[in-house]
């Protein structure tokens, strides 16, 4: 029992596993809030009619951050990773607060954009001015003359209304943009709030000291810099050397004559072997000694993702 609850606080080291993911995050936002500015200037105009206004809103805050944050789903690697070893090998190996919080690192990842979406909206308060005014009572503005209704209301956003209103529609617009900027200050802090605990949680609850944590970014990085390089290395020489079986010859420049040179391809890598790589990783010891990446596990020859009475476990999700 002692074993599980250590291992499902140590799931709690989800985010942030490295400045790089920060520095992510960061050009994520920025990218956010240059296109909803872009989309404010170009794409934004209020329909400025009574039941529209209020689709018309949500829709301008909703749907970008919908389509956001599906597109920061599928760029995660997580998310495919966790395909693959459902499709490989299930998800057996995995505690329920394992395969919650493997959700929840994605989800988190990829709230990135759409909140820093939704937050940019509400802080300039055109969409939530243009959903809500409609519905501002009458009885709340002082001497709001009593023939005009919600259809003179709905037109305030586009400032299309008789100059005797003029006053009302700086009024309830004034309103409105305090309300939407209250609701995007509030939505910044609770994400703050959120970000905090969550690193102090990560910090508190990591079996890894500051030290191993950075060399383990460190390597992880390494790793798959080197793995991309050299497996783009090796698809070329690969590919010339099947060329040439079938033409007899292959065209090559001087710097892949001498990649062919250096680096003889004799095969290809089975199935079995990329199958042990790829999938999603949970950090793990084996007998004391640390394995960083399911790579150095298949190196090492270390079977499977599930505790060994072999190896001591420390079960965490990697970043």
């Known amino acids: 029992m002692a074993a599980l609850i250590a291992e499902n606080f140590r799931f709690l080291s989800l985010f942030f596993k490295s400045k790089d993911v920060m520095i992510f995050n960061g050009l994520v936002a920025l990218g956010t809030v240059g296109s909803e500015e872009l989309f404010s200037v170009v794409a934004f105009n209020c329909p400025c009619s009574p039941a529209r206004n209020y689709i018309y809103g949500l829709a301008a805050i909703g749907v970008p951050a919908l389509a956001l944050f599906l597109i920061g789903v599928i760029w995660n690697n997580h998310t495919w990773n966790l395909v693959a070893e459902c499709h490989k090998r299930g998800i057996k190996n995995f505690s329920a607060a394992a395969t919650f919080l493997l959700f929840g690192s994605i989800m988190g990842r990829a709230a990135v954009a759409p909140v820093t979406w939704s937050v940019i909206s509400l802080l300039r308060g055109e969409a939530y001015i243009c959903a809500l005014s409609e519905f501002v009572k009458p009885s709340s503005l002082d001497k709001f003359p009593a023939d005009y209704g919600a259809d003179v209301l709905a037109r305030f956003p586009c400032k299309d209304v008789p100059a005797n209103l003029t006053k ?152």
């Open 168 to 319: 009302f529609r700086d009024e309830v617009t004034r309103r409105l943009r305090y309300e939407s900027q209250l609701f995007g200050w509030l939505l910044i802090g609770i994400v703050a709030v959120l970000v905090f605990l969550t690193k102090c949680l990560k910090h508190c609850c990591s079996p890894l000291s500051y030290r191993q944590e950075a060399y383990w970014a460190q390597y992880r990085s390494n790793e798959d810099k080197l793995f991309r390089r050299t497996a783009e290395v090796h698809s070329r020489i690969l590919a010339a050397k099947n060329v040439k079986h079938f033409f007899g010859f292959v065209a090559l420049d001087k710097e892949e004559k001498e990649l062919v040179q250096e680096f003889p391809v004799e095969g290809v890598q089975p199935s079995p072997q990329w199958n042990a790589i790829t999938g999603v990783y949970i950090y793990r010891e084996n007998k004391g000694f640390p394995l960083y990446s399911r790579l150095h596990k298949w190196a090492k020859g270390v079977e499977g993702n599930g505790p060994s009475p072999e190896g001591h476990e420390m079960l965490f999700l990697a970043s």
